[in-house]
């Protein structure tokens, strides 16, 4: 399935009357979803912190790029609005960052990897999104931002394809109000009703 980014890093997958021999099934017989569970829980909690990791790192570019652009000759950086947008970003990745940890850190001493994951996933996918949308706040359609001109046009491709790419953040491994329906479940045990 094409994203709106031109890439294709989705695909619906249908199985009509598959036949599996005993052997090679994981588990028991009709506990696949289970399983599934298991493994996803291994998929988000750990997949936040190589994620920060990247957030943190395109934080880092947009910071420099304020510090290139410019508008009416004061470079983006020293508009106090502009520095707001960055720091309310930089807190996002931080926390994102710690929470990760503090989440990973019992499954790398053996133990298991359980509904905390999908806390990190909300997390994770809400703070890319902010990222990017903090990229095209400071640097495409805010009050302040610049004047694009042909010496930025490669970055905002970039930015574009980045904010366009994080709109996908809070659907893949688990639409928002899926990881919400886990949390008020599986950590909050909240009334189903």
């Known amino acids: 399935m094409t994203q709106i980014t031109g890439h294709a890093e989705f695909c619906e997958l249908f199985l009509d009357d598959v036949v599996v021999a005993r052997d090679n099934l994981l ?3 009709g506990q696949g979803w289970k399983i599934a569970m ?4 291994h998929e988000r909690g750990t997949a936040a912190l190589p994620r920060q ?3 943190r790192t395109l934080l880092d570019r947009l910071v420099g790029d304020t510090h290139t652009r410019h508008v009416n000759g004061r470079a983006l950086i020293e ?3 502009v520095q707001l947008e960055l720091a309310r970003a930089l807190v996002a990745v931080e926390a994102l960052k710690h929470h990760s940890y503090r989440t990973v850190g019992p499954f790398l001493n053996g133990g298991q990897v359980g509904p905390d994951s999908s806390t990190v996933k909300l997390l994770m996918s809400e703070t890319e999104q902010r990222v990017a949308a903090t990229a095209m706040a400071v640097l495409g359609t805010s009050p302040y931002a610049p004047e694009t001109g042909a010496e930025h046009a490669d970055d905002d491709d970039f930015w574009l394809e980045t904010y366009l790419y994080s709109r996908a953040a809070t659907v893949y491994g688990g639409t928002q109000q899926i990881q919400r329906n886990i949390i ?3 950590i909050l045990g909240l009334p189903k009703e």
Do not use: I, N, Y
Not at 38 to 41: I, P, Q, S, W, Y
């Open 27 to 29: 588990g028991e017989l």
């Open 38 to 41: 298991h493994t996803l829980g």
């Open 53 to 55: 990791v990247k957030l």
């Open 79 to 81: 508009d106090e609005a």
């Open 184 to 186: 008020a479940d599986r």
